[in-house]
């Protein structure tokens, strides 16, 4: 069984950036699709970003698209999310998350398609 671990969330400025980090335990970590969801309060939880195994291919909520950018990092078991242009409405807790499933099979936005959940780090960012 997986185990993510989620850091670097805190509070920043409208305007600014922050980078999350999130670390795979149980092997495997370059065949795993990963993605980042966020859940503000009082909403569900949405996709945020998603991207392949190889790091070659990423696919984003039209939210955050030309704002954030998912990447990865296999000889670490990681992935990354950099957060720029944060906005008030970005506030959120941000999980990690990973499937076996090919990033080609996803279903774009899906939470479903992802088996392996972290605890998730809170981002707030205030205006």
Do not use: H
Request: net charge neutral; with cysteine.
């Amino acid at each position: 069984q997986a185990q993510l671990v989620e850091s670097g969330g805190g509070l920043v400025q409208a305007g600014e950036s922050l980078r999350l980090s999130c670390t795979l335990s149980g092997g495997a970590f370059s065949r795993r699709t990963m993605g980042w969801f966020r859940q503000a309060p009082g909403k569900e939880r949405e996709f945020v970003a998603a991207v392949a195994g190889t790091g070659d291919s990423t696919m984003y909520a039209d939210s955050v698209k030309g704002r954030f950018t998912i990447s990865r990092n296999n000889a670490e078991n990681s992935v990354f999310l950099q957060m720029s242009s944060l906005k008030p409405e970005d506030t959120a807790v941000y999980y990690c998350a990973a499937t076996w499933m090919a990033f080609w099979g996803l279903t774009p936005g899906s939470q479903a398609d992802f088996t392996s959940w972290g605890q998730g780090t809170q981002v707030t960012v205030s205006s």
